[in-house]
């Protein structure tokens, strides 16, 4: 059974910094695609950040130049490195896995995502 599990989240300051972890148990890590999603109160979940099985990313466009997402398959980790958040980045983060390689365009795809992490909250203030 494949398992996630996210941490790092907290609350901070506009304008700090926070970097998110997830680890992924029960699986060949390498062979998955990773997303990360938020879910602000309220509101719908969304794509933030996406790592492809060879590593090359892709963000939302709310995200670009902000935050950074990285893989370390040797330790079956994902990273989110969130730089300059606002307090619109505030919501709950939870980590996905999709097998196999997803190009860069669907990374974002919610629908390509069988197994969830249970999130970690982010709390921004102004």
């Known amino acids: 059974q494949v398992q996630l599990v996210e941490s790092g989240g907290g609350s901070v300051q506009a304008g700090e910094s926070l970097n998110l972890s997830c680890v992924v148990s029960g699986a060949d890590y390498e062979f998955y695609s990773m997303g990360w999603f938020r879910q602000p109160p309220g509101k719908e979940r969304e794509g933030v950040a996406f790592v492809d099985t060879f590593g090359s990313g892709t963000y939302a466009d709310s995200v670009k130049g902000r935050f950074t997402a990285s893989r370390d398959n040797a330790a079956k980790t994902l990273i989110l490195r969130m730089n300059s958040l606002k307090p619109e980045d505030t919501g709950l983060y939870s980590c996905?896995?999709?097998?196999?390689?997803?190009?860069?365009?669907?990374?974002?795809?919610?629908?390509?995502?069988?197994?969830w992490g249970q999130g970690t909250q982010v709390t921004v203030s102004s």
């Open positions: 996905a896995a999709a097998w196999g390689f997803v190009t860069r365009t669907r990374g974002l795809t919610e629908d390509l995502y069988k197994f």
